[in-house]
Each structure stands twice: as C-alpha cells, then as structure tokens.
T-cell receptor, first 113, second 112 residues
C-alpha cells in the first residue's frame, strides 16, 4: 500500500449532479495530482495542487475544480456531471514537483447514468 | 504532446524478454515509467532525468535517449508478476506549471 487513500471507492451519480472525491496524501508529501482514467486508456492529467494552490491544469473544463487543505489532503469537485465523466479518478501524491516518484491511491470509480 | 508507446500489446512466455518504447514529437525533459495491474493503481518503476541516463532494478531497466526524444523499457527474463499495462509519462510546462502527460500504455501479458 502507498499510504494514499481515496474515498469513496465507487460512486454512481445522475447526469447533471455534482460530486466530490477525496484524497489523503502520503505523509511528507505536499503535492497532489488528479487524473481521469477512462477504460483502456492512460491517465489524463486534470490538475495539480502544491501547498494549497493549483499549479498546473490539463485540458479539463472549469466544472472540474479542486482544493488542497493545510494537511495536504485534497478534493476533486465535478459539477454538472456528464455521461463522459464516467471513469476511474486517481490521485497521486508526491514531494515537491513533478520529477519525483508519485504514489497513487486506489482510485474512485465514478459512473454517471 | 502525448508520448507514443509501442507496441500496444505484448504477449510473452515466462523467461522471455521484451522492450517497450516511448517517443515524443517534442523535446523530452524527463521520462517516467509506471506499471498498472488490472483494477489496481499505477505503481512507480523509475524516472529518467538526463539524456543518456540508464536505470534499472531487478530485471527491469530503462534508457533515455534525449536526442532521439525517446525512452525504452527493458524487461529481462520476464516473470508472471510483470503482467500489466506499462505507461510512460513525460513532463511538460515550466516552473510551477509543470505536469505529467501519459502515453496510452502497453499491455504486457506473461504466460507460464
């Protein structure tokens, strides 16, 4: 186990609803990245938080937003859910920056119906 | 910007070798390799930060050819536990706005 925990593990939501996914980072890590992984695809970078501020964002619309808290845990919020948002959402924590080993949580499987 | 991995899939018998390639149309500043087993989170294998760098542990190693903008992952004498999908990732952006972009993955199956 990596020490990165995500909740919930599975979630079913209706189109148009809002969802919040949570991630607790590994001890000593101040950077959290969020990824969306569709079935059979590689992870797609959503955004990264460093010391409570967003410091990198992929090609995702503004309805994908996030927060990082003083203890470096993080939330991913998605508003106005669409069917295509169905995917595995992974968070990864690391020490400062990108060029360090990232530890992934087990992910949250989101299904939008 | 997304790195391209090849092959898409590999099937091996236990003990055989395999090479997975990762290339980019843009300059590569670093290459990350991860393995993901079905239903599990990706697990870090290694990062290569400099052109010409080679790393390895156990029987998995990798090289980084900065000039050719590519990296290769070498799996020697494969074991059943090597089965999974291998992803390479490359860093883009600068300063505090850097992010990791992943390839589509190479599926590796090692059979007895």
């Amino acid at each position: 186990e990596t020490g990165v925990t995500q909740s919930p593990t599975h979630l079913i939501k209706t189109r148009g609803q809002q969802v919040t996914l949570r991630c607790s980072s590994q001890s000593g890590h101040n950077t959290v990245s969020w990824y969306q992984q569709a079935l059979g695809q590689g992870p797609q970078f959503i955004f990264q938080y460093y010391r409570e501020e967003e410091n990198g964002r992929g090609n995702f619309p503004p309805r994908f937003s996030g927060l990082q808290f003083p203890n470096y845990s993080s939330e991913l919020n998605v508003n106005a859910l669409e069917l295509d948002d169905s995917a595995l959402y992974l968070c990864a924590s690391s020490r400062t920056g990108v060029n360090t080993e990232a530890f992934f949580g087990q992910g949250t499987r989101l299904t939008v119906v | 910007q997304q790195p391209v991995q090849s092959p898409q899939a590999v099937i091996l018998r236990e003990g055989e070798d395999a090479v997975i390639n990762c290339s980019s149309s843009k300059a590569l500043y670093s290459v990350h390799w991860y393995r993901q087993k079905h239903g599990e989170a990706p697990v870090f294998l290694m990062i290569l930060l400099k052109g010409g760098e080679q790393k390895g542990h156990d029987k998995i190693s990798a090289s980084f050819n900065e000039k050719k903008q590519q990296s290769s992952l070498y799996l020697t004498a494969s074991q059943l536990s090597y089965s999974g999908t291998y992803f390479c990732g490359t860093e883009i952006g600068t300063g505090n706005n850097r992010k990791l972009i992943w390839g589509l993955g190479t599926s590796l199956a090692v059979n007895p």
